[in-house]
């Protein structure tokens, strides 16, 4: 599909204009600022695109009539928008009456609008590209694998790390047993002696009550004599226990030893379970640096596949692809460093492939572009049987315009016709050296 007739009344700064594109290449609307030339494409993108490109003021200021835009394409459609409220009529080539869902089928979105897509972030034209592919889920499943695997291998990185330095931070012994000593029997002996010194302490405090209570009776001997028998017997019978105690041992053993032995145990244990500490951080920071490599393989192979998937993929130019960070490349190329001809060309090719019955598209602004990125663009779009309807700052001095606008008409050439289309001029030679491939040139 392509436009061979457009004809717009009384359309924002558009008094009446009829324009005859050219069936292939470049059609340059010209003119300067303000004269009406984007009213042109805005009529064209609102006639095809529907409500969605309606211009905010659709009627020119002081216009009489109503806004009238009609548009005929090579395959004997008639497209016209008029009336009150611009109502849209469809008729194909039998001028059976048709409706905005035959155009939607016909022409591409990108191609009515193609500076959002040129002006759009390089993820965003990544991912228009891969969604016309048809491998845009494809490849989203890939950089969610591949970033899931990332974050885990971070996260598994950073705690393996965190644990060998755990590790790396704790004292490990040298002289000590890899299991903690046995102190019970040591404790058992402890008890016993000390059980042992109770007694010994108790036959030492009863003794001392004994030798206690026979002073109190020698001198109630004296105070009562009448009571001395008694007192005898009393006193005798104490002696003999005085006696019979007066053999034993009251020296107290000394549980020093034990307690040093203890104390040496206590250190060996401590020591051998800040080994045991050591060597769980050791063998934990091990694993997680194993499952670490085993990630990094696995994100490895899914970034393989996802490079042969686009290697594999039928693109719309040579020389694209999407880089790892989801962003459209040219030849490696980032899009700011592609030429001006480069990103048209690329932005055509890509909007003729979501919809490749589409074989036109519309520009604006080409005025940041000399005349020898026009006509190189120019050549491409014959050489691919596409049409471009573009506007430009400019008075058509340099010849570059197909036709100038002036105060929302077409401007007279002075001889009573139109000027024409633009010149095919073959593209000047450029340096060997600074050629790559796609007509790669590094224009300034």
Known sequence: MKLTLIEITNLKRLKAVRLEPSDKGLTVIGGRNGQGKTSVLDGIAYALGGEKFRPSSLNRDGAIAETKIHIETDDGLVIERKGKNASLSVYDSTGAKRGQQLIDTLISKLAIDLPKFLNSSDRDKADILLQILGIGDKLDKFDRDIKAKFDMRTSIGREADKKQKAADDMPYHEDVPEEPVSVKKLIEQQQEILARNGIKEEHRRELEANKSERARLVKEHDRLVNEIERLKEQIKHFEKKID????????????????????????????????????????????????????????????????????????????????????LTLNGKAWDCMSGSQQMIVGTAIASRLNQSCRFVLLDKLEQLDLETLEEFDKWLVENDLQALATRVSTNSDGECSLVIEDGEIKDDGEGREPIPLARKPAPKKPAAKKDSLGDEDYD
């Open 244 to 327: 019979d105690a007066s053999s034993e041992d009251f020296t107290l053993e000394s549980t020093a030893a034990l307690e040093e032995q203890l104390a040496k145990h206590e250190e060996t244990n401590r020591k051998v379970a800040e080994n045991k500490a050591k060597t769980a951080r050791e063998n934990e920071a091990a694993d997680l640096h194993d499952q670490y490599d085993a990630l990094t393989e696995e994100i490895e192979k899914l970034r393989a596949d996802r490079l042969a998937l686009l290697r594999d993929a039928d693109l719309p130019f040579p020389g694209l692809s999407v880089n790892d960070d989801g962003c």
